[in-house]
Nanobody, 126 residues
């Protein structure tokens, strides 16, 4: 059984930083891609960033590119998200996702990602 477990959420003041972590286990082979999404109540879930296992190619939402950094430990199937210069509008539940289809990147499409964590809450008070 595949398990996706996030950690590192919490509350920090505006302008502060957090690092989120996500460990994926349960399959005999590694993920093709992993990604972070976020969602606030009443809003659509949105993509934050993704990374491909082979080559480490990274993609970011344009409005987060200069503040957030995604990285991965491939051997451990562990994903990270460094968040800097946090703003109140970054407040959301952040979800880790992983896909194990070995032939293409499906992490850019929420409807095609196979495995999700339960989320970790990030709060930036106004």
């Amino acid at each position: 059984q595949v398990q996706v477990t996030e950690s590192g959420g919490g509350s920090v003041q505006s302008g502060g930083s957090l690092r989120l972590s996500c460990v994926v286990s349960g399959l005999p082979y590694g993920s093709y891609c992993m990604a972070w999404f976020r969602q606030v109540p009443g809003k659509e879930r949105e993509g934050v960033a993704l990374i491909l296992t082979v080559g480490g190619v990274r993609y970011y939402a344009d409005y987060l590119r200069e503040r957030f950094t995604i990285s991965k430990d491939n051997a451990a199937n562990t994903l990270y998200l460094e968040m800097n210069s946090l703003k109140p509008e970054d407040t959301a539940t952040y979800y880790c996702a992983a896909d194990f289809y070995q032939k293409e990147n499906r992490c850019h499409d929420m409807t095609r990602v196979d495995y999700w964590g339960k989320g970790t809450l990030v709060t930036i008070p106004s």
